[in-house]
């Protein structure tokens, strides 16, 4: 079975400085998805990035970065100049579609704090 | 456009009492989904819909029932509910993007609380 692990509960930085989240997670499949998503104090979830496994190019969006380990099973997200508004909880998540079915697999959250 | 919504947001029960999140998608989606989530705990699944007219269990089925009474509509019964089941509910609907991933795009959540 898929799982994912994030080992850093919480994590704070200060405003403008960068920061890097970890989650590693364990499949023996060879093509899938990983997902960096956001909770702000507001409960909606919101999908920051996304890696395709097959890709060795890591993904990028604006200030958020991956960097993808596939033989190690890792997927780190680095926010560079962190900002107030990053503040919230940020889930890894995994998906095989080419498997079952587009399920997603989450880990228990690593709760970012960005202090002024 | 208002993507995935749900209602009510939040709801208290006591312990027996019964009652369905509504849960609607206005984005043409095939699949839906059903999380919860718990403190310490990333979101679980309860329950999907591949499409209309078909449900199939996820990792957390016990206590609870769905219907996929069409396209756009996806709800979360609680038949007798029990103090186990205090959680943040989770809607999700879900399409292959452009580029070729399948994105879940999530409601705003119920925070449901039971007595």
């Known amino acids: 079975a898929q799982t994912v692990t994030q080992s850093q509960p919480e994590m704070s930085v200060q405003e403008a400085e960068t920061v890097t989240l970890s989650c590693t997670y364990d499949t023996s499949e060879n093509n899938y998805y990983l997902f960096w998503y956001k909770q702000p104090p507001s409960r909606q979830m919101i999908l920051v990035i996304r890696?395709?496994?097959?890709?060795?190019q890591n993904a990028t969006e604006n200030r958020f970065s991956v960097n993808f380990q596939k033989a190690a099973k890792s997927f780190s997200l680095k926010i560079s100049d962190s900002q107030l508004g990053d503040t919230a909880m940020y889930f890894c998540a995994f998906m095989n579609p080419f498997y079952n079915t587009d399920k997603l697999i989450f880990g228990t959250g690593t709760r970012l704090q960005v202090f002024p | 456009n208002a993507g995935v919504t749900q209602t009510p947001k939040f709801q208290v029960l006591k312990t027996g009492q019964s009652m369905t999140l509504q849960c609607a998608q206005d984005m043409n989606h095939n699949s839906m989904y059903w999380y919860r989530q718990d403190p310490g705990m990333g979101l679980r699944l309860i329950y999907y819909?591949?499409?209309?007219?078909?449900?199939d269990k996820g990792e957390v089925p016990n206590g609870y029932n769905v219907s996929r009474l069409n396209k756009r509509e996806f709800s979360l019964r609680l038949e007798s509910a029990a103090p186990s089941q205090t959680s943040v509910y989770f809607c999700?609907?879900?399409?292959?993007?452009?580029?070729?991933?399948?994105?879940?795009?999530f409601g705003p959540g119920t925070r449901l609380t039971v007595l």
């Open positions: 890696q395709e496994a097959y890709k060795q």
């Open positions: 819909s591949a499409s209309e007219g078909t449900t």
């Open positions: 999700a609907s879900s399409e292959v993007g452009s580029s070729g991933v399948n994105e879940q795009f």
